[in-house]
Protein backbone atom coordinates (compact mmCIF):
# COMPACT_ATOMS: atom_id res chain seq x y z
CA UNK A 1 0.00 0.00 0.00
CA UNK A 2 1.69 3.58 -1.23
CA UNK A 3 2.17 5.97 1.44
CA UNK A 4 0.04 9.30 0.58
CA UNK A 5 1.94 11.95 -1.03
CA UNK A 6 2.48 14.67 0.65
CA UNK A 7 -0.25 18.08 -0.16
CA UNK A 8 0.97 19.20 -3.62
CA UNK A 9 3.27 16.79 -4.63
CA UNK A 10 1.87 14.18 -7.47
CA UNK A 11 3.42 10.87 -5.91
CA UNK A 12 6.03 9.82 -7.79
CA UNK A 13 6.86 12.85 -9.90
CA UNK A 14 9.66 15.07 -10.44
CA UNK A 15 9.27 18.67 -10.74
CA UNK A 16 11.03 20.66 -13.40
CA UNK A 17 11.41 24.29 -12.94
CA UNK A 18 12.49 26.47 -15.84
CA UNK A 19 13.47 29.55 -16.89
CA UNK A 20 15.28 31.88 -18.55
CA UNK A 21 15.60 34.78 -21.08
CA UNK A 22 15.56 37.70 -18.48
CA UNK A 23 17.35 40.10 -20.78
CA UNK A 24 18.46 42.16 -17.74
CA UNK A 25 14.78 42.77 -16.97
CA UNK A 26 15.38 42.26 -12.95
CA UNK A 27 11.87 43.92 -11.89
CA UNK A 28 9.12 45.04 -13.16
CA UNK A 29 9.28 48.58 -13.88
CA UNK A 30 5.45 49.95 -12.51
CA UNK A 31 5.00 51.47 -15.49
CA UNK A 32 1.23 49.81 -15.97
CA UNK A 33 -0.62 47.50 -13.51
CA UNK A 34 -1.03 45.23 -16.77
CA UNK A 35 2.67 45.02 -17.64
CA UNK A 36 3.86 44.29 -14.29
CA UNK A 37 4.80 40.75 -14.40
CA UNK A 38 7.79 38.78 -13.58
CA UNK A 39 11.07 39.94 -11.44
CA UNK A 40 13.60 38.26 -9.75
CA UNK A 41 12.39 38.75 -6.44
CA UNK A 42 9.27 37.40 -7.10
CA UNK A 43 10.96 34.36 -8.97
CA UNK A 44 12.87 33.53 -5.80
CA UNK A 45 9.30 33.22 -3.68
CA UNK A 46 8.05 31.13 -6.60
CA UNK A 47 10.62 28.68 -6.41
CA UNK A 48 10.68 28.99 -2.69
CA UNK A 49 7.57 27.98 -2.51
CA UNK A 50 7.63 25.15 -4.84
CA UNK A 51 10.76 23.62 -2.97
CA UNK A 52 9.02 23.82 0.42
CA UNK A 53 5.75 21.81 -0.89
CA UNK A 54 8.24 19.32 -2.93
CA UNK A 55 9.21 15.66 -1.55
CA UNK A 56 12.04 16.14 -3.93
CA UNK A 57 14.18 18.35 -4.39
CA UNK A 58 12.61 20.03 -7.88
CA UNK A 59 15.01 20.17 -10.71
CA UNK A 60 15.62 23.56 -11.55
CA UNK A 61 17.13 24.72 -14.80
CA UNK A 62 17.70 27.63 -16.73
CA UNK A 63 17.80 28.93 -20.22
CA UNK A 64 19.95 31.60 -19.94
CA UNK A 65 20.21 34.58 -22.12
CA UNK A 66 19.54 36.63 -18.36
CA UNK A 67 21.88 39.73 -19.44
CA UNK A 68 21.47 43.00 -20.60
CA UNK A 69 23.16 44.16 -23.32
CA UNK A 70 26.24 45.65 -22.23
CA UNK A 71 27.43 49.21 -20.49
CA UNK A 72 28.06 49.88 -16.98
CA UNK A 73 24.95 50.00 -15.91
CA UNK A 74 24.86 46.55 -17.69
CA UNK A 75 27.93 45.24 -15.41
CA UNK A 76 26.35 46.17 -12.12
CA UNK A 77 22.89 44.52 -13.17
CA UNK A 78 24.93 41.37 -14.43
CA UNK A 79 26.11 41.22 -10.61
CA UNK A 80 22.95 41.64 -9.35
CA UNK A 81 21.86 38.60 -11.57
CA UNK A 82 24.56 36.35 -10.76
CA UNK A 83 23.79 36.57 -7.12
CA UNK A 84 19.71 35.75 -7.49
CA UNK A 85 20.82 33.02 -10.24
CA UNK A 86 23.03 31.59 -6.97
CA UNK A 87 19.79 32.00 -5.15
CA UNK A 88 17.99 30.07 -7.06
CA UNK A 89 20.37 27.34 -7.35
CA UNK A 90 19.85 26.10 -10.49
CA UNK A 91 21.67 22.47 -11.30
CA UNK A 92 22.48 23.45 -14.90
CA UNK A 93 22.59 27.07 -17.06
CA UNK A 94 22.33 27.21 -20.68
CA UNK A 95 24.49 30.26 -21.63
CA UNK A 96 22.71 32.56 -24.31
CA UNK A 97 24.51 34.86 -26.12
CA UNK A 98 23.47 38.54 -23.91
CA UNK A 99 25.20 36.56 -21.59
CA UNK A 100 28.69 36.38 -23.89
CA UNK A 101 28.25 39.27 -25.18
CA UNK A 102 31.06 40.46 -22.46
CA UNK A 103 32.84 37.00 -23.15
CA UNK A 104 33.16 34.24 -21.07
CA UNK A 105 33.99 35.72 -18.12
CA UNK A 106 31.20 37.58 -17.29
CA UNK A 107 29.47 34.20 -16.21
CA UNK A 108 31.37 34.06 -13.25
CA UNK A 109 32.83 30.65 -12.17
CA UNK A 110 30.45 29.33 -9.43
CA UNK A 111 27.06 29.28 -11.76
CA UNK A 112 26.51 25.82 -13.29
CA UNK A 113 26.72 27.52 -16.92
CA UNK A 114 26.43 24.27 -19.45
CA UNK A 115 27.14 23.56 -23.28
CA UNK A 116 27.68 20.58 -25.36
CA UNK A 117 28.37 21.51 -28.32
CA UNK A 118 31.63 23.32 -27.76
CA UNK A 119 35.04 21.98 -29.20
CA UNK A 120 36.73 23.29 -26.01
CA UNK A 121 34.32 24.37 -22.94
CA UNK A 122 36.68 27.14 -21.42
CA UNK A 123 35.68 25.80 -17.81
CA UNK A 124 32.15 25.11 -18.84
CA UNK A 125 30.59 21.95 -17.90
CA UNK A 126 29.40 19.81 -21.41
CA UNK A 127 27.39 17.73 -19.45
CA UNK A 128 25.94 17.25 -15.57
CA UNK A 129 24.45 14.03 -14.02
CA UNK A 130 22.06 14.68 -11.06
CA UNK A 131 19.93 12.29 -9.14
CA UNK A 132 15.94 12.55 -8.10
CA UNK A 133 14.03 9.92 -6.43
CA UNK A 134 16.84 7.43 -7.23
CA UNK A 135 16.94 8.24 -10.83
CA UNK A 136 20.20 9.17 -12.77
CA UNK A 137 19.48 12.32 -14.94
CA UNK A 138 21.63 13.88 -17.49
CA UNK A 139 21.64 17.13 -18.52
CA UNK A 140 22.95 18.71 -21.83
CA UNK A 141 22.59 22.12 -23.56
CA UNK A 142 23.14 23.03 -26.94
CA UNK A 143 23.45 26.81 -27.91
CA UNK A 144 23.39 27.57 -31.89
CA UNK A 145 27.07 28.84 -33.50
CA UNK A 146 24.16 30.97 -34.98
CA UNK A 147 23.10 33.09 -32.04
CA UNK A 148 26.98 34.13 -30.82
CA UNK A 149 29.71 35.70 -32.78
CA UNK A 150 32.04 33.04 -33.90
CA UNK A 151 35.24 34.85 -34.39
CA UNK A 152 38.63 32.74 -34.90
CA UNK A 153 39.60 34.11 -31.27
CA UNK A 154 35.67 33.71 -29.53
CA UNK A 155 35.75 32.03 -26.45
CA UNK A 156 33.43 29.51 -26.94
CA UNK A 157 33.67 27.58 -30.70
CA UNK A 158 30.11 26.24 -30.81
CA UNK A 159 29.64 23.58 -33.26
CA UNK A 160 26.04 23.14 -35.35
CA UNK A 161 23.63 20.12 -35.25
CA UNK A 162 24.97 17.45 -37.55
CA UNK A 163 25.19 13.63 -37.72
CA UNK A 164 28.26 13.36 -35.99
CA UNK A 165 27.44 15.68 -32.85
CA UNK A 166 24.16 13.91 -32.58
CA UNK A 167 26.37 10.46 -32.91
CA UNK A 168 28.54 12.11 -29.67
CA UNK A 169 25.78 13.11 -27.71
CA UNK A 170 24.14 9.63 -28.21
CA UNK A 171 27.39 7.93 -27.08
CA UNK A 172 28.29 10.24 -24.16
CA UNK A 173 24.46 9.71 -22.90
CA UNK A 174 25.13 5.98 -23.08
CA UNK A 175 28.58 6.35 -21.13
CA UNK A 176 27.06 8.46 -18.71
CA UNK A 177 24.59 5.48 -17.91
CA UNK A 178 21.62 7.95 -17.28
CA UNK A 179 17.71 7.07 -17.46
CA UNK A 180 16.51 10.28 -17.96
CA UNK A 181 17.71 13.12 -20.46
CA UNK A 182 17.64 16.55 -20.73
CA UNK A 183 18.16 19.02 -23.38
CA UNK A 184 18.39 23.26 -23.04
CA UNK A 185 18.12 24.73 -26.46
CA UNK A 186 18.82 27.45 -27.90
CA UNK A 187 18.70 27.81 -31.85
CA UNK A 188 16.39 27.71 -35.01
CA UNK A 189 13.68 25.44 -35.93
CA UNK A 190 15.18 23.49 -38.19
CA UNK A 191 18.06 22.50 -35.59
CA UNK A 192 15.21 21.91 -33.32
CA UNK A 193 13.62 19.37 -35.87
CA UNK A 194 17.26 17.33 -36.41
CA UNK A 195 17.50 16.99 -32.60
CA UNK A 196 13.96 15.65 -31.93
CA UNK A 197 14.26 13.14 -34.87
CA UNK A 198 17.37 12.15 -33.21
CA UNK A 199 15.40 11.14 -30.12
CA UNK A 200 18.06 11.48 -27.79
CA UNK A 201 16.40 13.14 -25.49
CA UNK A 202 13.29 12.67 -22.66
CA UNK A 203 12.68 16.40 -22.09
CA UNK A 204 13.55 19.20 -24.30
CA UNK A 205 13.38 22.74 -22.72
CA UNK A 206 13.86 25.51 -25.89
CA UNK A 207 15.10 29.25 -25.18
CA UNK A 208 12.61 31.73 -26.40
CA UNK A 209 13.36 34.20 -29.52
CA UNK A 210 10.96 36.29 -29.23
CA UNK A 211 11.04 40.12 -28.05
CA UNK A 212 7.26 40.77 -27.53
CA UNK A 213 6.46 40.54 -24.02
CA UNK A 214 2.71 41.18 -24.37
CA UNK A 215 2.27 37.94 -26.85
CA UNK A 216 3.98 35.16 -24.74
CA UNK A 217 4.79 31.90 -27.06
CA UNK A 218 5.46 29.52 -24.73
CA UNK A 219 5.33 26.40 -26.80
CA UNK A 220 7.64 25.72 -29.83
CA UNK A 221 5.87 23.11 -32.50
CA UNK A 222 8.66 21.13 -34.54
CA UNK A 223 8.88 18.39 -36.27
CA UNK A 224 5.02 16.95 -35.08
CA UNK A 225 6.53 17.54 -31.45
CA UNK A 226 5.36 20.32 -28.97
CA UNK A 227 7.94 21.59 -26.96
CA UNK A 228 8.09 24.13 -23.79
CA UNK A 229 9.60 27.17 -23.92
CA UNK A 230 10.20 29.69 -21.19
CA UNK A 231 8.64 33.20 -21.25
CA UNK A 232 10.76 36.02 -22.05
CA UNK A 233 11.80 38.67 -19.62
CA UNK A 234 11.17 36.57 -16.62
CA UNK A 235 7.81 37.27 -16.52
CA UNK A 236 7.18 33.09 -15.88
CA UNK A 237 8.38 29.89 -14.64
CA UNK A 238 7.67 27.00 -16.60
CA UNK A 239 6.58 24.27 -14.17
CA UNK A 240 6.80 20.77 -15.55
CA UNK A 241 5.52 17.00 -13.75
CA UNK A 242 7.49 14.18 -14.91
CA UNK A 243 6.12 10.82 -13.52
CA UNK A 244 8.87 8.43 -12.39
CA UNK A 245 7.76 5.63 -14.63
CA UNK A 246 6.37 8.21 -17.75
CA UNK A 247 7.28 11.06 -19.92
CA UNK A 248 6.92 14.37 -18.61
CA UNK A 249 3.36 16.06 -18.23
CA UNK A 250 2.72 18.75 -20.59
CA UNK A 251 4.36 22.65 -18.57
CA UNK A 252 2.71 24.62 -16.98
CA UNK A 253 3.57 28.43 -16.52
CA UNK A 254 3.10 29.84 -13.44
CA UNK A 255 3.03 34.09 -14.06
CA UNK A 256 5.14 35.81 -11.87
CA UNK A 257 1.51 38.21 -11.19
CA UNK A 258 1.36 40.82 -8.26
CA UNK A 259 0.29 38.22 -5.97
CA UNK A 260 3.57 36.60 -5.72
CA UNK A 261 5.28 38.52 -3.04
CA UNK A 262 8.91 40.02 -3.64
CA UNK A 263 11.13 37.14 -1.50
CA UNK A 264 13.02 39.02 1.45
CA UNK A 265 16.29 37.90 0.58
CA UNK A 266 16.25 39.62 -2.38
CA UNK A 267 15.94 43.03 -1.04
CA UNK A 268 19.27 43.91 0.16
CA UNK A 269 21.13 42.52 -3.48
CA UNK A 270 18.61 45.61 -5.25
CA UNK A 271 19.29 48.13 -2.53
CA UNK A 272 22.74 47.53 -3.22
CA UNK A 273 21.88 47.43 -6.78
CA UNK A 274 20.13 51.06 -6.68
CA UNK A 275 23.05 52.72 -4.83
CA UNK A 276 25.51 51.74 -7.08
CA UNK A 277 23.31 52.86 -9.73
CA UNK A 278 22.96 56.21 -8.37
CA UNK A 279 26.86 56.52 -7.65
CA UNK A 280 26.85 55.48 -11.00
CA UNK A 281 24.82 58.58 -12.11
CA UNK A 282 26.22 61.16 -9.73
CA UNK A 283 30.08 60.18 -10.85
CA UNK A 284 28.93 60.42 -14.65
CA UNK A 285 27.73 64.42 -13.60
CA UNK A 286 30.75 65.01 -11.57
CA UNK A 287 32.20 68.92 -12.83
CA UNK A 288 29.23 68.93 -15.49
CA UNK A 289 26.92 71.54 -16.27
CA UNK A 290 23.93 72.06 -18.17
CA UNK A 291 24.55 71.21 -21.58
CA UNK A 292 26.03 74.20 -23.59
CA UNK A 293 24.38 74.24 -26.40
CA UNK A 294 20.80 72.88 -25.54
CA UNK A 295 18.39 72.33 -28.32
CA UNK A 296 15.86 72.43 -25.93
CA UNK A 297 14.14 75.63 -24.91
CA UNK A 298 12.03 74.31 -22.11
CA UNK A 299 7.64 73.58 -21.70
CA UNK A 300 8.02 77.41 -19.93
CA UNK A 301 9.40 78.90 -22.98
CA UNK A 302 6.00 78.03 -24.90
CA UNK A 303 3.16 79.41 -22.58
CA UNK A 304 3.16 82.73 -24.11
CA UNK A 305 2.76 82.00 -27.66
CA UNK A 306 0.58 78.77 -27.36
CA UNK A 307 -1.65 79.01 -24.09
CA UNK A 308 -4.28 76.61 -24.92
CA UNK A 309 -1.66 73.69 -25.46
CA UNK A 310 -0.19 74.81 -22.32
CA UNK A 311 -3.42 74.17 -20.50
CA UNK A 312 -3.83 70.56 -21.70
CA UNK A 313 -0.12 69.72 -21.04
CA UNK A 314 -0.35 71.20 -17.66
CA UNK A 315 -3.51 69.16 -16.81
CA UNK A 316 -2.33 65.88 -18.06
CA UNK A 317 -0.15 63.26 -16.53
CA UNK A 318 2.94 63.78 -18.32
CA UNK A 319 3.92 66.74 -16.33
CA UNK A 320 4.13 64.43 -13.50
CA UNK A 321 6.34 61.81 -15.13
CA UNK A 322 9.66 62.85 -12.99
CA UNK A 323 7.75 62.83 -9.40
CA UNK A 324 6.50 59.85 -10.59
CA UNK A 325 9.94 58.67 -10.39
CA UNK A 326 11.01 60.40 -7.37
CA UNK A 327 8.32 58.65 -5.83
CA UNK A 328 9.91 55.22 -6.47
CA UNK A 329 13.24 56.53 -5.81
CA UNK A 330 14.04 55.56 -9.25
CA UNK A 331 15.27 59.21 -10.16
CA UNK A 332 18.90 58.34 -11.05
CA UNK A 333 18.19 55.48 -13.09
CA UNK A 334 18.62 56.74 -17.10
CA UNK A 335 17.03 53.51 -17.76
CA UNK A 336 13.70 54.68 -16.48
CA UNK A 337 14.82 58.56 -16.89
CA UNK A 338 14.98 57.92 -20.46
CA UNK A 339 11.07 58.02 -20.64
CA UNK A 340 10.44 60.26 -17.83
CA UNK A 341 12.19 63.25 -19.09
CA UNK A 342 13.22 65.87 -21.87
CA UNK A 343 15.76 64.29 -24.18
CA UNK A 344 18.32 62.48 -21.90
CA UNK A 345 21.37 61.42 -24.07
CA UNK A 346 20.34 63.90 -26.37
CA UNK A 347 21.39 67.34 -25.21
CA UNK A 348 18.74 67.73 -22.33
CA UNK A 349 18.02 66.52 -19.42
CA UNK A 350 20.95 65.56 -16.99
CA UNK A 351 19.93 66.00 -13.31
CA UNK A 352 16.93 68.17 -11.65
CA UNK A 353 19.32 70.40 -10.37
CA UNK A 354 21.88 71.05 -13.86
CA UNK A 355 18.16 71.35 -15.91
CA UNK A 356 15.70 72.02 -13.93
CA UNK A 357 13.32 73.13 -16.64
CA UNK A 358 13.42 69.23 -18.56
CA UNK A 359 11.83 67.43 -15.93
CA UNK A 360 9.01 65.25 -17.17
CA UNK A 361 7.80 64.56 -20.19
CA UNK A 362 6.80 67.81 -22.28
CA UNK A 363 6.00 69.37 -25.30
CA UNK A 364 9.49 68.64 -26.80
CA UNK A 365 9.58 64.98 -26.21
CA UNK A 366 6.72 64.84 -29.32
CA UNK A 367 6.84 67.98 -31.10
CA UNK A 368 11.03 67.49 -31.19
CA UNK A 369 13.81 70.18 -30.17
CA UNK A 370 12.09 73.43 -30.74
CA UNK A 371 14.85 75.83 -29.05
CA UNK A 372 15.12 77.58 -32.91
CA UNK A 373 11.04 77.82 -33.23
CA UNK A 374 11.23 79.62 -29.87
CA UNK A 375 13.60 82.66 -31.31
CA UNK A 376 11.92 81.90 -34.59
CA UNK A 377 8.31 80.88 -34.66
CA UNK A 378 8.78 80.65 -38.28
CA UNK A 379 11.13 77.53 -38.16
CA UNK A 380 9.06 74.60 -38.23
CA UNK A 381 11.74 72.08 -38.08
CA UNK A 382 13.20 70.54 -34.51
CA UNK A 383 16.56 70.34 -34.28
CA UNK A 384 18.52 67.33 -35.19
CA UNK A 385 20.11 65.94 -32.13
CA UNK A 386 23.01 63.52 -32.65
CA UNK A 387 22.94 60.78 -29.72
CA UNK A 388 24.96 61.66 -27.05
CA UNK A 389 25.90 59.40 -23.95
CA UNK A 390 24.28 58.72 -21.94
CA UNK A 391 25.10 58.18 -18.06
CA UNK A 392 26.49 54.46 -16.97
CA UNK A 393 25.49 53.29 -20.60
CA UNK A 394 27.77 54.80 -22.97
CA UNK A 395 26.58 55.54 -26.72
CA UNK A 396 22.76 55.15 -27.13
CA UNK A 397 22.51 51.66 -28.63
CA UNK A 398 21.62 51.91 -32.32
CA UNK A 399 17.65 50.98 -32.22
CA UNK A 400 16.46 48.10 -34.26
CA UNK A 401 13.23 46.69 -32.19
CA UNK A 402 12.45 47.94 -28.73
CA UNK A 403 15.43 48.95 -26.62
CA UNK A 404 15.55 49.03 -23.08
CA UNK A 405 16.40 52.99 -22.79
CA UNK A 406 17.89 55.58 -25.12
CA UNK A 407 13.78 55.38 -26.29
CA UNK A 408 13.98 59.31 -27.07
CA UNK A 409 17.02 59.96 -28.99
CA UNK A 410 16.12 59.37 -32.64
CA UNK A 411 13.54 61.63 -33.59
CA UNK A 412 10.07 60.41 -35.17
CA UNK A 413 9.01 64.31 -35.99
CA UNK A 414 12.83 64.92 -36.88
CA UNK A 415 12.30 62.24 -39.43
CA UNK A 416 8.73 63.44 -40.90
CA UNK A 417 10.36 66.47 -41.30
CA UNK A 418 8.32 69.26 -39.17
CA UNK A 419 6.97 69.62 -35.33
CA UNK A 420 3.55 67.73 -35.70
CA UNK A 421 4.35 64.31 -34.05
CA UNK A 422 2.42 61.21 -34.83
CA UNK A 423 1.60 57.81 -33.38
CA UNK A 424 4.69 56.39 -33.70
CA UNK A 425 6.37 59.72 -31.66
CA UNK A 426 4.16 57.90 -28.58
CA UNK A 427 4.97 54.23 -29.50
CA UNK A 428 8.85 55.50 -28.65
CA UNK A 429 7.96 55.66 -25.23
CA UNK A 430 4.27 53.27 -24.98
CA UNK A 431 5.92 50.28 -25.75
CA UNK A 432 5.78 46.66 -24.58
CA UNK A 433 4.86 46.32 -20.65
CA UNK A 434 5.59 50.14 -20.13
CA UNK A 435 2.01 51.08 -21.71
CA UNK A 436 0.16 47.85 -22.59
CA UNK A 437 -2.92 48.87 -22.90
CA UNK A 438 -1.89 51.99 -25.40
CA UNK A 439 -4.52 52.98 -28.02
CA UNK A 440 -3.70 55.80 -29.91
CA UNK A 441 -7.69 56.59 -30.05
CA UNK A 442 -7.89 56.17 -26.23
CA UNK A 443 -4.72 58.00 -25.26
CA UNK A 444 -4.99 61.12 -27.67
CA UNK A 445 -8.49 62.26 -26.64
CA UNK A 446 -6.96 62.38 -23.20
CA UNK A 447 -4.42 65.17 -24.22
CA UNK A 448 -5.78 66.24 -27.58
CA UNK A 449 -4.46 69.91 -28.41
CA UNK A 450 -4.15 71.31 -31.72
CA UNK A 451 -6.32 73.13 -34.26
CA UNK A 452 -10.19 72.69 -33.54
C1 LIG B 1 10.09 52.91 -22.77
C2 LIG B 1 9.68 54.03 -21.96
C3 LIG B 1 9.67 53.87 -20.45
C4 LIG B 1 10.69 53.47 -19.64
C5 LIG B 1 12.08 53.02 -20.04
C6 LIG B 1 10.19 53.57 -18.28
N1 LIG B 1 8.91 54.03 -18.29
FE1 LIG B 1 7.71 54.30 -16.68
N2 LIG B 1 6.16 54.83 -17.88
C7 LIG B 1 6.21 54.86 -19.26
C8 LIG B 1 4.89 55.12 -19.78
C9 LIG B 1 4.52 55.22 -21.25
C10 LIG B 1 4.03 55.24 -18.68
C11 LIG B 1 2.51 55.46 -18.73
C12 LIG B 1 1.87 54.11 -18.99
C13 LIG B 1 0.37 54.15 -19.21
O1 LIG B 1 -0.35 54.79 -18.42
O2 LIG B 1 -0.09 53.50 -20.17
C14 LIG B 1 4.86 55.07 -17.49
C15 LIG B 1 4.40 55.15 -16.18
C16 LIG B 1 5.19 54.92 -15.06
C17 LIG B 1 4.72 55.00 -13.70
C18 LIG B 1 3.36 55.51 -13.30
C19 LIG B 1 2.43 54.47 -12.89
C20 LIG B 1 1.15 55.11 -12.39
O3 LIG B 1 0.11 54.61 -12.78
O4 LIG B 1 1.22 56.10 -11.65
C21 LIG B 1 5.76 54.63 -12.89
C22 LIG B 1 5.77 54.52 -11.38
C23 LIG B 1 6.89 54.34 -13.74
N3 LIG B 1 6.50 54.54 -15.05
C24 LIG B 1 8.14 53.96 -13.27
C25 LIG B 1 9.20 53.61 -14.10
C26 LIG B 1 10.45 53.09 -13.61
C27 LIG B 1 10.78 52.84 -12.15
C28 LIG B 1 11.22 52.85 -14.70
C29 LIG B 1 12.60 52.24 -14.74
C30 LIG B 1 12.75 50.96 -14.09
C31 LIG B 1 10.45 53.26 -15.87
N4 LIG B 1 9.25 53.73 -15.46
C32 LIG B 1 10.93 53.20 -17.17
C33 LIG B 1 7.33 54.69 -20.04
C34 LIG B 1 8.55 54.23 -19.59
C1 LIG C 1 7.19 83.60 -29.93
C2 LIG C 1 6.01 82.80 -30.04
C3 LIG C 1 6.19 81.30 -30.05
C4 LIG C 1 6.84 80.55 -29.14
C5 LIG C 1 7.63 81.00 -27.91
C6 LIG C 1 6.58 79.17 -29.51
N1 LIG C 1 5.83 79.12 -30.64
FE1 LIG C 1 5.18 77.49 -31.59
N2 LIG C 1 4.33 78.61 -33.01
C7 LIG C 1 4.29 79.96 -33.02
C8 LIG C 1 3.54 80.43 -34.16
C9 LIG C 1 3.26 81.89 -34.51
C10 LIG C 1 3.15 79.25 -34.85
C11 LIG C 1 2.36 79.20 -36.10
C12 LIG C 1 3.28 79.52 -37.21
C13 LIG C 1 2.66 79.32 -38.52
O1 LIG C 1 1.54 78.79 -38.61
O2 LIG C 1 3.37 79.66 -39.48
C14 LIG C 1 3.66 78.14 -34.10
C15 LIG C 1 3.47 76.81 -34.46
C16 LIG C 1 3.83 75.74 -33.67
C17 LIG C 1 3.57 74.36 -33.99
C18 LIG C 1 2.85 73.88 -35.21
C19 LIG C 1 3.87 73.63 -36.26
C20 LIG C 1 3.30 73.14 -37.55
O3 LIG C 1 4.12 72.60 -38.33
O4 LIG C 1 2.10 73.32 -37.79
C21 LIG C 1 4.06 73.63 -32.99
C22 LIG C 1 4.02 72.11 -32.86
C23 LIG C 1 4.66 74.53 -32.04
N3 LIG C 1 4.52 75.79 -32.49
C24 LIG C 1 5.29 74.12 -30.88
C25 LIG C 1 5.94 74.99 -30.03
C26 LIG C 1 6.67 74.56 -28.87
C27 LIG C 1 6.85 73.11 -28.42
C28 LIG C 1 7.15 75.66 -28.26
C29 LIG C 1 7.99 75.74 -27.02
C30 LIG C 1 9.20 74.96 -26.99
C31 LIG C 1 6.73 76.78 -29.06
N4 LIG C 1 6.01 76.33 -30.10
C32 LIG C 1 7.06 78.09 -28.77
C33 LIG C 1 4.84 80.79 -32.07
C34 LIG C 1 5.57 80.41 -31.00
C1 LIG D 1 8.90 60.60 -23.81
C2 LIG D 1 8.01 59.51 -23.53
C3 LIG D 1 6.54 59.66 -23.88
C4 LIG D 1 5.99 60.02 -25.08
C5 LIG D 1 6.69 60.37 -26.38
C6 LIG D 1 4.56 59.97 -24.89
N1 LIG D 1 4.27 59.61 -23.59
FE1 LIG D 1 2.43 59.49 -22.78
N2 LIG D 1 3.27 59.02 -20.96
C7 LIG D 1 4.60 58.91 -20.72
C8 LIG D 1 4.82 58.68 -19.31
C9 LIG D 1 6.15 58.49 -18.62
C10 LIG D 1 3.55 58.67 -18.71
C11 LIG D 1 3.25 58.48 -17.22
C12 LIG D 1 3.48 59.74 -16.48
C13 LIG D 1 3.16 59.57 -15.01
O1 LIG D 1 2.03 59.20 -14.66
O2 LIG D 1 4.04 59.85 -14.20
C14 LIG D 1 2.58 58.88 -19.79
C15 LIG D 1 1.23 58.94 -19.60
C16 LIG D 1 0.31 59.20 -20.61
C17 LIG D 1 -1.11 59.29 -20.44
C18 LIG D 1 -1.84 59.13 -19.14
C19 LIG D 1 -2.34 57.72 -19.05
C20 LIG D 1 -3.64 57.59 -18.38
O3 LIG D 1 -4.11 56.45 -18.31
O4 LIG D 1 -4.22 58.61 -17.96
C21 LIG D 1 -1.67 59.55 -21.66
C22 LIG D 1 -3.14 59.71 -21.98
C23 LIG D 1 -0.59 59.61 -22.62
N3 LIG D 1 0.60 59.39 -21.94
C24 LIG D 1 -0.76 59.82 -23.97
C25 LIG D 1 0.28 59.95 -24.88
C26 LIG D 1 0.10 60.18 -26.29
C27 LIG D 1 -1.24 60.25 -27.01
C28 LIG D 1 1.33 60.31 -26.83
C29 LIG D 1 1.69 60.63 -28.25
C30 LIG D 1 1.02 61.73 -28.89
C31 LIG D 1 2.28 60.15 -25.75
N4 LIG D 1 1.62 59.92 -24.59
C32 LIG D 1 3.66 60.23 -25.88
C33 LIG D 1 5.61 58.99 -21.63
C34 LIG D 1 5.46 59.40 -22.94
C1 LIG E 1 2.44 63.59 -25.70
C2 LIG E 1 2.80 64.30 -26.88
C3 LIG E 1 2.58 65.77 -26.94
C4 LIG E 1 2.90 66.70 -25.97
C5 LIG E 1 3.51 66.45 -24.61
C6 LIG E 1 2.53 67.96 -26.51
N1 LIG E 1 2.01 67.83 -27.76
FE1 LIG E 1 1.41 69.33 -28.99
N2 LIG E 1 0.64 67.98 -30.28
C7 LIG E 1 0.80 66.61 -30.19
C8 LIG E 1 0.08 65.98 -31.26
C9 LIG E 1 0.00 64.49 -31.54
C10 LIG E 1 -0.53 67.04 -32.01
C11 LIG E 1 -1.42 66.92 -33.22
C12 LIG E 1 -0.63 66.83 -34.47
C13 LIG E 1 -1.50 66.88 -35.70
O1 LIG E 1 -2.58 67.43 -35.64
O2 LIG E 1 -1.05 66.32 -36.69
C14 LIG E 1 -0.14 68.28 -31.35
C15 LIG E 1 -0.51 69.53 -31.79
C16 LIG E 1 0.07 70.72 -31.31
C17 LIG E 1 -0.10 72.02 -31.90
C18 LIG E 1 -0.99 72.35 -33.00
C19 LIG E 1 -0.39 72.42 -34.30
C20 LIG E 1 -1.42 72.95 -35.27
O3 LIG E 1 -1.01 73.66 -36.15
O4 LIG E 1 -2.59 72.63 -35.08
C21 LIG E 1 0.63 72.91 -31.15
C22 LIG E 1 0.79 74.40 -31.36
C23 LIG E 1 1.21 72.15 -30.08
N3 LIG E 1 0.86 70.84 -30.21
C24 LIG E 1 1.99 72.69 -29.08
C25 LIG E 1 2.32 72.02 -27.92
C26 LIG E 1 2.86 72.64 -26.77
C27 LIG E 1 3.19 74.10 -26.63
C28 LIG E 1 3.04 71.65 -25.84
C29 LIG E 1 3.55 71.78 -24.43
C30 LIG E 1 2.93 72.76 -23.59
C31 LIG E 1 2.62 70.41 -26.45
N4 LIG E 1 2.17 70.69 -27.70
C32 LIG E 1 2.71 69.16 -25.84
C33 LIG E 1 1.53 65.93 -29.21
C34 LIG E 1 2.01 66.51 -28.06
Not at 94 to 108: C, E, F, H, S, V
Not at 183 to 196: K, Y
Not at 263 to 292: N, S, T
Not at 295 to 306: K, L, N, S, V
Request: some cysteine; proline content about 10%.
Amino acid sequence: MAVDAPAGMDGGAIEVLAAGDLRGEIKPCGCSPEGQMGGLPRRLSALAGRVAKAAVAPLVLDLGNNFPLPSEQGRLKIELIRTLLARFAPEAILPGPNDLALGRGALGSDLPYLVSNAGTAQGLLSQRVVVRAGLRIGLYGYLSPAEVYQGAHSDLQLEPVSAELLAHLRARIRAAAVQRSVLLFRGSDAELAQIVAADLFDLILVGNPSDDELHQQVERRVAGRTLPQVPTKGQGMLRIAWPLSGPPAPAQVDWLKDGVPDHPDAAAPFARYDEAVKALFFAALQGAGAPPDSPYAGAATCEGCHPAQQKVWRGSRHVQALPTLVKVGKQFDPECLACHVVGLGAGGFRSPELTPTLGGVQCENCHGPAKAHVREPGVHKPAYVPPQPIPGHGAPPVRSGPPVYGAVTAHPAAAAGGLLPSERTCRTCHMGSHSPTFDFNVYWPKIRHGRE
